[in-house]
């Protein structure tokens, strides 16, 4: 059975940090991609940072400078270091999983992230 299942999120002052954490049971998490996804209320969901199986890394440019993306072979489990927060980082935080050239994608449940003074 797939699983994803993320962690860390939670209420935070403006410039503080967080760090998400997504622990995947069910596949061969090695050769996945994986990938943040964040949703504010109101808005669409949004692609925040993607690792690829290989390490490679990219950031949408709000996130740019603030955010890491990280994955742990060895624990099945992909992070994300939020740093630096603001209000408009609040949303609900997705992990993602894709099998680059197959159909094979899943996602997690999310993880709420709130930053407010």
């Known amino acids: 059975q797939v699983q994803l299942v993320e962690s860390g999120g939670g209420l935070v002052q403006p410039g503080g940090s967080l760090r998400l954490s997504c622990a995947a049971s069910?596949?061969?998490?090695?050769?996945?991609?994986m990938r943040w996804y964040r949703q504010a209320p109101g808005r669409e969901r949004e692609l925040v940072a993607n690792?690829?199986?290989?390490?490679?890394?990219n950031y949408a440019d709000s996130v740019k400078g603030r955010f890491t993306i990280s994955r742990d072979n060895a624990q099945n489990t992909v992070y994300l270091q939020m740093n630096s927060l603001k209000p408009e980082d609040t949303a609900i935080y997705y992990c993602?999983?894709?099998?680059?050239?197959?159909?094979?994608?899943?996602w997690g449940q999310g993880t709420q992230v709130t930053v407010s003074s």
């Open positions: 993602y999983a894709r099998r680059i050239g197959t159909a094979f994608t899943y």
């Open positions: 069910g596949f061969t998490f090695s050769i996945y991609s």
């Open positions: 690792i690829g199986s290989a390490g490679t890394t």
